[in-house]
């Protein structure tokens, strides 16, 4: 069982950057995907970025290509999503979750675990 905890949320005015932080715990760090997913009220959770397993390989969403970059340290089990420009419309909770697979999926559904979200507002 994998325990995932996300930190680094908060206020920002827009044009800010927040770096968000995942720290994983009880299972093989290295063997997992990892995925960063964020949801607005009222709307569907939807993925931001994915990252293999060595960290060689990301994917992106189109609405955060060029302002976000996702990083993994195996050595610290710890997932970084850097948000950098950041718009009112990147406000929602995000979460990051992991996935035991050797492809790099963008389905939430894929995701084995998750954490319990941090809140990201961005202020006009």
């Known amino acids: 069982q994998v325990q995932l905890v996300e930190s680094g949320g908060g206020l920002v005015q827009a044009g800010g950057s927040l770096r968000l932080s995942c720290a994983a715990s009880g299972g093989t760090f290295s063997m997992y995907v990892m995925g960063w997913f964020r949801q607005a009220p009222g709307k569907e959770r939807e993925s931001v970025a994915a990252?293999?397993?060595?960290?060689?390989?990301?994917v992106y969403a189109d609405f955060v290509k060029g302002r976000f970059t996702i990083s993994r340290d195996n050595a610290k089990n710890t997932v970084y999503l850097q948000m950098n420009s950041l718009k009112p419309e990147d406000t929602a909770v995000y979460y990051c979750?992991?996935?035991?697979?050797?492809?790099?999926?963008?389905?939430?559904?894929?995701?084995?675990?998750w954490g319990q979200g941090t809140q990201v507002t961005v202020s006009s």
């Open positions: 979750a992991a996935e035991r697979s050797v492809r790099v999926g963008v389905d939430a559904g894929e995701y084995d675990y």
């Open positions: 990252i293999s397993r060595t960290g060689m390989n990301t």
